[in-house]
Structures are given as C-alpha cells and as structure tokens.
C-alpha cells in the first residue's frame, strides 16, 4: 500500500466530518419523501402484491434492520447508518445487529477480546493452505473454507482425542515451505492465539449465551481471517497472524497486505465494514436465510450467503464498476460511452436498486471517502474523475425519471483499490462485512422458524404421452 501525504495529513475528524456532512445532505434532499412501507407488526397472514422474483413479498417480521428506499436512509436496530459510521466500529455494529442494544464499555472490550481470538483460524483451516486456493476463484475459496471452519466447530473433521504436536507435524508437509515467508512475524502460521500468551487459553465465555452465537462469533472473525488469507495466497504468500492491537478492519487490511495499516487506513476499512454489515432481505441474506430453515447449521447457511454474493447483480457489482471505469477511460470520455451504453441498453454497474429509488446513502459516504483517498495518486485521481462525470451524465439522464442513481457499489471499488485490495477480492470484502447481517438475520428468523416454501406459476403443457426414446 503505497504512502500517500494527502491521507497523512487527513485526520479522523475529517472522516467523521464527511459522515455527517452526508447524512445532513441526505436528510435535506429526502426528508420530505413519504414513508414508503409498513413497520409495524402485522398479523399472518397478509396479502401483499408480489412481482417476479419475490419482489415485494413479505416474508417475515424483523428488527434487525430497514432500508428506506424512497428516503434514501439505512437503520441498523433503530441507529442510523450515518451515526454509526460516524461513531461506531464495524465490532459494536455487529454486537449491535446480533444483540439487538448497543453494547457498554465491558461488553463490547470483551466482544473485541473474543473476536480477535477467533482471528486465529481453527487447525482444520490449515487444509486451506493445500488446496489449490490461488487458483480458485476467491468467493469460491471462501465458500470452502467456511465449510471447513463448520467441521471445525461440529467436530465432524477429527477424533475426540486430538493430538495436536501430530497436527502440527502433518501441517509441515501440507504447506509449501519452499514459499519465502512474507509474514513480519513468522513464517509459519501457527493458527492458535500465540500472540495472547496465557490469556488465549482462555476462552472468554461471559458472551456465549449459545451455541448459534458461538458460531456468529467464529463466523464474524473467521470469514475475515479466510479472506485475508485467501488473498495471501493468490499472491503465493503465506497467511500472517492478527495483532492484537487492531480491530477487525485493521487486521483484516494487515493479514491481506502483511502492512500496518495507518490510523486513517483502519477507519475507512471500518467504515466501509459498517456500511455493507446488513441491507433487508438482499439475495444472499435470503439464501442464508432459506438454508437456515431447513435447520441446516448456519456454517452452510453463511456458505449458501457467499455464494449468492458472488453474482455480478449482488456483490460482483463492484469489480464490474472498476472494470467499465477502466474501459472508460478518462473523464471527458465518459459522455460518448454513457451514449452508446444506452443505445446498446446495456445496464450501467454500480446504479440503480431494487429498494432505493432515492441516493444510496452507503454511496453518498463511499463517494466523498474514494475522493479523499483517491488524492495524490494520478491514476486512481483519474479513475475518481471519470466516476464522478459518468454520475453526471447518469443522473442527469436517469436521475429524475427512473430513480436510477449510484448504489453501493460504485464507489467502494475504488476506495478497495485505494485501500491497496486486489480487485477480485472485492466481492470477498463484502462478505467479511455482510457475514453480521446474515448472522443476525438468520438467528432472529429461527426463533420462530418456518421452512421457507414459495410457489411457482406452472405453466407449462400436461396430458403429454411419454414417447419411447427409439421413436422421438
Ligand atoms: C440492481 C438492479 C438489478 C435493480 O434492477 P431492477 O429492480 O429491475 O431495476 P428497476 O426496475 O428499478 O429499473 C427501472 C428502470 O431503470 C432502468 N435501470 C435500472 N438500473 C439501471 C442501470 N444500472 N443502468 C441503466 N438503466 C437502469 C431499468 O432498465 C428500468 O428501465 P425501464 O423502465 O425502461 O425498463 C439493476 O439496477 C442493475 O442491474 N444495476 C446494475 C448492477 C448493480 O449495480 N448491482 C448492484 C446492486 S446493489
């Protein structure tokens, strides 16, 4: 990750300030929009009017989150989005999403505690160094090594007497020792809390009111670690331990880059972290959802997530933006390609939404954050500028008469590629993020669990006669 002076100089008030000063804008420009859906508690069952692919079906009662289309806005448990990047960290957002209340000073530092010790990735994880991960393509990767982080947790992937030292010695032979170890630390990871000394033996268990949570835990710090190390890999280098004095975001930006990140690099990996942690019943919070009520555990439920994710109209998006912005080009060409986009009908990435009919206000933050970080670097400066004109010439064309504007995805790329992230780990980013939400959303559903089971319109032929294959 390159040293830039511009983020040197920008302190975390700056951030702060650009927070707020969008919420403000957002509040301004949309206050005056009517309410556009119910949020009370309704009585089963109700009619609603469903389109194609579910749109606008009700398929249960939450107060994990709501996305506010016609306004723009985002609520995480009755907290604004805006508030919560400002003054939060992406571990408070996700205590709050699974616990539902904010949490006080010695919940969320032992929240930190045990989170950072679930960094350390279990020692069924170590098979992830021997497959071919470098080559696979990473949200396919992550998907498998959440699988394995479920044999972990069930125990299904060992004996009950375990030997570590034996463990420890097949692990030698499975990794690539021949690879010049890029970690700062050591070179072989060790993937136990050695860094904690004594205090990582012990399992902190004040939090774990069950065994649902123990595994939103695992899965909160342990999707992290994955991705990281996925990264890692694809560049043939070894995984690097966590330190213990960054958060989630930090470490996360550590263990992919093996760099400290600065104090400002941390916050906006936090914000960005904070911004994508949950958003409604989203494709993949769905298929996480449906895999969860068949009472699958929720290790496949978070996998079902991932894999929904993956697709260029979910969390692919993203690296498909930084791609067309690449084929744009520079800024004063963007005019001509919106142009003959559009003759061509072709879907400009990073706009539009299924909910928002209104200014994403994740992009409203992502845009002013890219901006800020894309200065001092001529190229991602121009990658900003040709953004920014292409929002132009969409919104003026688009804007008022379909509701298409910027969504999520159209600045977080650039912030990533800001951030020193590999383009094709984008969509892997997202899930270290998303994995709150799901978690959350999946353990509210269960409390009242029913499989989910929607219908679909036949309407194809009947009365055919099965004709012998020697005649057709
Ligand atoms: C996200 C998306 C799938 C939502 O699709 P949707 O709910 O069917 O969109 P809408 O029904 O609101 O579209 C309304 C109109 O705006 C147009 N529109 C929507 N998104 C558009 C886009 N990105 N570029 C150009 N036109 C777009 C639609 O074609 C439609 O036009 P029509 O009325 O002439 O048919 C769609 O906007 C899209 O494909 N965006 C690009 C991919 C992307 O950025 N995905 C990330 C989402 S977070």
């Not at 609520?75 to 616990?99: K, M, N, P, Q, W």
């Not at 010790?117 to 393509?137: C, K, M, W, Y």
């Not at 990767?141 to 972990?152: V, Y």
Request: aromatic share 8%; with cysteine.
């Amino acid at each position: 990750m390159e040293e830039r002076s511009q983020s040197q100089s920008v302190s975390d008030d700056d951030v702060t300030r650009i927070i707020i000063d969008a919420k403000e804008q957002a509040y301004r420009e949309t206050g005056h929009e009517p309410e556009p859906e119910l949020t009370k508690a309704v009585d089963w069952p109700i009619t609603c009017t469903v389109g194609p692919g579910l749109e606008g079906a009700i398929a249960c009662e939450t107060k994990i989150g709501y996305v506010n289309g016609s306004k723009g806005w985002l609520i995480y448990r009755g907290y604004d989005v805006f508030d919560l990047c400002a003054h939060s960290s992406f571990e408070e957002t996700s205590y709050l999403l699974l616990h539902g209340h904010l949490p006080a000073a010695d919940e969320l530092s032992r929240f930190r505690r045990i989170l950072l010790h679930r960094l350390f990735i279990p020692e069924a994880q170590r098979l992830l160094l021997s497959f071919p991960v470098e080559t696979l393509n990473p949200m396919s990767a992550l998907r498998l090594g959440t699988n394995l982080m479920r044999q972990k947790q069930t125990y299904r992937d060992r004996d009950e007497d375990d030997d570590r030292a034996d463990a420890l010695a097949t692990d030698e032979d499975s990794i690539a020792m021949e690879t010049p170890p890029a970690g700062t630390r050591r070179p072989v990871y060790e993937f136990f809390a050695s860094l904690f000394g004594k205090a990582a033996a012990e399992t902190p268990t004040e939090l774990l009111h069950s065994d649902e949570l123990e595994s939103c835990y695992n899965l909160i710090a342990g999707v992290n670690t994955i991705a990281a190390t996925i990264g890692r890999a694809r560049q043939r280098r070894l995984p690097i331990e966590p330190l213990d004095d960054l958060g989630l975001a930090g470490n996360y930006l550590y263990m992919l880059t093996g760099k400290r990140p600065t104090a400002l690099e941390a916050r906006i990996m936090d914000v960005c972290l904070i911004l994508h942690a949950d958003h409604g019943m989203n494709a993949s919070t769905f298929a996480a959802m449906v895999v969860a009520s068949t009472l699958s555990d929720i290790y496949l439920a978070i996998g079902a997530g991932i894999s929904a994710l993956s697709g260029p109209l979910h969390g692919g998006a993203n690296v498909e933006v930084v791609k067309m912005l690449s084929e744009i080009g520079s800024p004063g060409k963007a005019a001509s390609w919106f142009k003959s986009a559009q003759k061509e009908k072709r879907k400009i990435m990073g706009f539009g939404h299924r909910v928002y009919k209104a200014y994403d206000p994740r992009a409203r933050v992502l845009g002013p954050l890219a901006e800020l970080l894309s200065k001092g670097d001529p190229d991602t400066e121009n990658t900003f500028a040709t953004a920014r004109a292409l929002e132009h010439e969409v919104l003026s064309t688009l804007g008022e008469e379909k509701k298409v504007f910027p969504n999520v995805d159209f600045y977080s790329g650039i912030v990533y590629q800001s951030l020193g992230i590999p383009k094709d780990l984008y969509t892997t980013v997202f899930a270290v993020s998303r994995v709150s939400g799901w978690c959350a959303r999946v353990i509210e559903y269960l409390e009242n669990n029913r499989i989910f089971r929607p219908r679909a319109l036949y309407t194809g032929t009947f009365d055919e006669q099965y004709v012998p294959i020697s005649e057709r």
